[in-house]
C-alpha cells in the first residue's frame, strides 16, 4: 500500500519569505496527489491536486506544486508567505479509492 | 458548494457509553469515509463507504463500527468509548475518486 511522508513537522517562516514543503510517496505508477489545508478552526479544504499532465500544478492563494515523478515527491511552493498562511499542511495519495494523507506540517508565518 | 456536516463540534462522553457521530453531505457522493485526526499522526482512516449499506475497514477500525442506511447520511459509532478514543473526527464524502470534501470536524472527549 502507498505510504506519504511529510518530512517538516513543524516549519516557522516570517511573511514574505519563500515556502517549500516536502512530500513523498512511497511507490510509481500512476498516481493522484493532493495537498490539503487546515486553517485553525476551519475545514481541511483542498489547496491544490495533480491527476495527470503538467506536472506544475496551480492552487488556490498563490500555492503551488511540482510532481517529479523520478523523485517520488509533490512538493507544495508559495514564493511568498503571508501571515493568513498559517495553517497545517497535509500531502496525500490516492490508493484505489481511499486517500492516504501525512503526518502533517504545521506552518507559522510571523509579521 | 459541496456541504458535509457533522452532528456535533464538541462532544464530551464518558467511559463506556455509546457513542454516535452523524454526517450528512449534499452532493450525492457515491463515497463517504471517517477519519480521526491526532497531533503528529495525520489523518488516519477508521472505516469508508462506497455505497448504501456497504461498509469497507481502513487502517484503524478496531472499537468503531458505521452505518450507512442513506446514500446522504454516513454514521460512525463507538460501541463502548474509551480514552483512548479521546479525538478530532472528521467526515469526508467524494464522487467516486475524485477529491474529498470535509466535514468542520466533531471533537470527542471520552471522561
Known amino acids: 500500500a502507498q505510504s506519504v511522508s511529510q518530512h517538516n513537522h513543524h516549519v516557522i517562516l516570517s511573511e514574505a519569505a519563500s515556502l517549500e514543503l516536502g512530500c513523498n510517496y512511497s511507490?510509481?505508477?500512476?498516481?493522484?496527489l493532493f495537498w490539503y489545508v487546515q486553517y485553525p478552526g476551519q475545514h481541511l479544504q483542498l489547496l491544490l491536486k495533480?491527476?495527470?499532465?503538467?506536472?506544475l500544478v496551480k492552487g488556490i492563494k498563490g500555492f503551488e506544486a511540482e510532481f517529479i515523478k523520478s523523485k517520488f515527491s509533490f512538493n507544495l511552493r508559495k514564493p511568498s508567505v503571508q501571515w493568513s498562511d498559517t495553517a497545517e499542511y497535509f500531502c496525500?495519495?490516492?490508493?484505489?479509492?481511499?486517500?492516504?494523507f501525512g503526518t502533517g506540517t504545521r506552518l507559522q508565518v510571523f509579521p | 458548494d459541496v456541504k458535509v456536516t457533522q452532528s456535533s463540534r464538541y462532544l464530551v462522553k464518558r467511559t463506556g457509553e455509546k457513542v454516535f457521530l452523524e454526517c450528512v453531505q449534499d452532493m450525492d457522493h457515491e463515497n463517504m469515509f471517517w477519519y480521526r485526526q491526532d497531533p503528529g499522526l495525520g489523518l488516519r482512516l477508521i472505516y469508508f463507504s462506497y455505497d448504501v449499506k456497504m461498509k469497507e475497514k481502513g487502517d484503524i477500525p478496531e472499537g468503531y463500527s458505521v452505518s450507512r442506511e442513506k446514500k446522504e447520511r454516513f454514521s460512525l459509532i463507538l460501541e463502548s468509548a474509551s480514552t483512548n478514543q479521546t479525538s478530532m473526527y472528521l467526515c469526508?464524502?467524494?464522487?467516486?475518486?475524485?477529491?474529498?470534501?470535509f466535514g468542520p470536524g466533531t471533537r470527542l472527549t471520552v471522561t
Open positions: 469526508a464524502s467524494s464522487l467516486y475518486s475524485s477529491e474529498q470534501y
Open positions: 496525500a495519495v490516492k490508493d484505489t479509492d481511499k486517500l492516504i
Open positions: 495533480y491527476f495527470s499532465g503538467d506536472p
Open positions: 511507490y510509481g505508477g500512476t498516481v493522484n
